[in-house]
């Protein structure tokens, strides 16, 4: 059977035994390390059949199948960066066996090292931050209106709406400069629309952030307070996450 | 400083279950070193994925949607 090598994450050489209980994407072959000179790579074989181009695309296109592989490939590297400072690759990191992967690694081999210095002893929390949507219907009014008052009730309703949109958004940078005045990198995210969201509330900031772990107590005494302070906002906290945001240069704050 | 061995991770280390597919969406697959060389098939280079994801998630659309519909209520 020909198989290819499939890459979760890199990280340097570990002295501890090959990951255990990890079944990654396909369980007929363990999750195993690949050491490459100053660097490991975290692989397991997965058979070409079911990975190969049209097969892997078919794979990813199907909405339950492309869920599996990603909790799988995010279990993976979400063990590995618990023990081990980490770069994770993404998603469908596939190669035509164990040489080509030493390959990639050597010719990167400056970069990965100093990414994983970066990395070491840091995590990515992410925060998004939603605005309620304003409600669906304008109270009727029960009088008949003037052509001048019907003017004057729909440009109110603009400028409310501006408002609250405004306010919402200034929050929001509020929410933000603070986070990245404990965060050492930071990276924003495309907001998620409708479908991700729902009808109730718009996504106004989706961002991640590289933060020291010895900072996770003051990031969540932070968001407790924006809690109090922003009322006209939604804030949700998600971490600390593997540094899939910040496996490249990020942007320093 | 000792590691603690691969062997040993903790079963909250793998992950939490509950985190949504599009945040892990937004991270897997937006994101994240693009290893050169011999890439059998790369995400990115991949338009069909990205068109079916169009329709579930618009977390991998391509344009930056605007924070703001323009259809909302007056």
């Known amino acids: 059977m020909t198989v290819l090598t499939y890459a979760y994450a890199v990280c340097r050489p570990h002295d501890g035994p090959a990951p255990t209980g990890l079944t990654g994407l396909d369980p007929g072959s363990p999750v195993r390390t690949l050491p490459a000179g100053p660097l490991t790579a975290v692989v397991q074989d997965v058979p070409a059949a079911d990975y190969a181009?049209?097969?892997?695309?078919?794979?990813?296109?199907?909405?339950a199948e492309l869920e599996r592989c990603a909790r799988a490939h995010h279990e993976v590297i979400t063990a590995v960066s618990s023990v081990t400072a980490t770069v994770p690759l993404p998603l469908a990191t596939l190669y035509r066996g164990d040489e080509r992967v030493r390959e990639a690694l050597r010719e990167q081999e400056t970069s990965f090292v100093t990414a994983l210095d970066r990395l070491a002893g840091r995590a990515e929390w992410g925060i998004k931050v939603y605005a309620p949507t304003a409600p669906t219907a304008p109270t009727p009014d029960p009088a008949p209106l003037t052509g001048r008052a019907y003017l004057d009730r729909v440009r109110n309703r603009h400028q409310g709406r501006e408002q609250r949109q405004?306010?919402?958004?200034?929050?929001?940078?509020?929410?933000?400069?603070?986070?990245?005045?404990?965060?050492?990198?930071?990276?924003?995210?495309?907001?998620?629309?409708?479908?991700?969201?729902?009808?109730?509330?718009?996504?106004?900031?989706?961002?991640?952030?590289?933060?020291?772990?010895?900072?996770?107590?003051?990031?969540?005494?932070?968001?407790?307070?924006?809690?109090?302070?922003?009322?006209?906002?939604?804030?949700?906290?998600?971490?600390?996450?593997?540094?899939?945001?910040?496996?490249?240069?990020?942007?320093?704050? | 400083m000792t590691t603690p061995a691969w062997g040993t991770v903790p079963a909250e280390a793998h992950g939490p279950i509950g985190v949504p597919l599009v945040d892990l969406l937004d991270r897997v697959?937006?994101?994240?070193?693009?290893?050169?060389?011999?890439?059998?098939?790369?995400?990115?280079?991949?338009?069909?994925?990205?068109?079916?994801?169009?329709?579930?998630?618009?977390?991998?659309?391509?344009?930056?949607?605007?924070?703001?519909?323009?259809?909302?209520?007056?």
């Open chain 1, 53 to 63: 181009e049209e097969a892997l695309r078919r794979r990813l296109s199907d909405r």
């Open chain 1, 166 to 253: 405004n306010a919402a958004l200034q929050a929001a940078e509020r929410v933000d400069a603070v986070v990245q005045s404990l965060a050492v990198a930071t990276r924003r995210l495309r907001p998620h629309g409708p479908e991700a969201t729902g009808p109730h509330r718009t996504h106004i900031l989706n961002a991640a952030y590289l933060l020291d772990t010895a900072r996770t107590r003051e990031l969540r005494a932070a968001l407790t307070s924006l809690r109090g302070d922003e009322p006209v906002i939604e804030i949700e906290l998600s971490g600390p996450w593997a540094p899939y945001s910040f496996a490249d240069a990020g942007t320093a704050p």
């Open chain 2, 29 to 74: 697959l937006a994101t994240g070193v693009v290893v050169s060389g011999d890439l059998v098939i790369a995400i990115a280079e991949v338009p069909l994925i990205r068109l079916s994801l169009h329709a579930l998630l618009s977390s991998v659309n391509e344009r930056v949607p605007a924070p703001w519909p323009d259809s909302g209520p007056l």
